[in-house]
């Protein structure tokens, strides 16, 4: 039988049991996770297995990036089924602080990115989002001290912005992002995809088929707006409410306006019915 993973709620136990690890010299990789697995998590898990001797995954939701109006109280949260999940990948330690650990009474002190932050991306339409995942994730990466930490590429601007943070930050990691899961469709994988309907299911692939056609359709050289004026037709045909389809510089984020000034990256959120989706993906 697998060995079920330790979980770990305070910092000093946490420092206490990586210690030894450190001691003889066994690298460490970091999933950082707000839980509810899926199996992009456990391929982010996967690849840290290959490139640290022990990998702890961490386990918050973390309040500071869900505005007041967000989904906190209704994130999923199913704490078993993560621990079966892995038990199952052989993860060495959950790091499953409570809020009160996270952000103890006084706590004020809280990063507030810009760069790729304040692209006018997810930004624009979740302002609060990055200084709440930046500062979470510093902690993170400051607790845990890794030497990898590995994110997915759904949440591309998050894993620019943290990229960036722990390069600003001096901090001796490598932060590493891997591409995204997804569905036989199409769909990329994330928690909140349990909130679809059946419906909103079958239009869901309507936003990564966009992004494969923009895709290639830039590559063939037609003009970037032109492409994605009709890209952004598509998906609110398809019932959504859109909030950006864009392409982008795929380091900075900053707008771009021809193939040659890339590489590019084509970024989009839109909402059906009450979930929000984001994708993207690389010219
Ligand atoms: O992408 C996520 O799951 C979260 O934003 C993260 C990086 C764990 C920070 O809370």
């Excluded at 939701?61 to 949260?77: C, I, K, L, M, W």
């Excluded at 004020?108 to 979470?136: C, I, M, S, W």
């Excluded at 891997?178 to 909130?195: C, I, M, Q």
Aim: glycine share 6%; net charge positive.
């Amino acid at each position: 039988m697998a060995h079920r993973p330790t979980v770990i709620r305070t910092v000093s136990a946490l420092r206490k049991a990586l210690a030894p690890f450190r001691s003889r010299g066994q690298g460490i990789a970091l999933v950082p996770t707000l839980g509810a697995l899926h199996r992009g998590h456990l391929a982010l898990v996967k690849e840290a297995q290959k490139r640290a001797r022990r990998v702890v995954v961490s386990i918050f939701v973390n309040p500071t990036q869900f505005a007041p109006h967000e989904d906190f109280g209704s994130y999923p949260r199913q704490f078993e089924t993560d621990m079966a999940a892995l038990t199952e990948a052989k993860a060495d330690i959950v790091w499953a602080p409570s809020s009160e650990v996270m952000y103890p009474q006084g706590f004020a002190t809280r990063l507030a990115p810009e760069g790729a932050a304040l692209a006018g991306l997810e930004d624009k339409f979740r302002p609060h989002f990055f200084g709440g995942v930046a500062t979470v994730v510093a902690k993170l990466f400051t607790q845990v001290s890794p030497d990898f930490a590995i994110f997915g590429q759904k949440d591309y601007q998050q894993l620019r912005v943290v990229t960036q943070m722990a390069k600003d930050l001096d901090l001796p990691l490598k932060v590493i992002g891997l591409p995204t899961v997804r569905e036989k469709d199409g769909l990329a994988l994330s928690s909140r995809n349990v909130y679809l309907s059946e419906l909103e299911r079958m239009h869901a692939p309507v936003l990564y088929r966009t992004l494969l056609t923009c895709a290639g359709r830039i590559k063939a050289g037609e003009p970037i707006e032109m492409v994605l004026e009709e890209g952004r037709l598509d998906i609110t045909r398809a019932e959504f409410a859109l909030d950006y389809l864009e392409a982008r510089h795929a380091l900075t984020l900053a707008p771009i306006a021809s193939l040659k000034d890339g590489p590019i990256r084509l970024l989009v959120a839109a909402k059906i019915g009450k979930t929000r989706l984001i994708d993207n993906l690389g010219v």
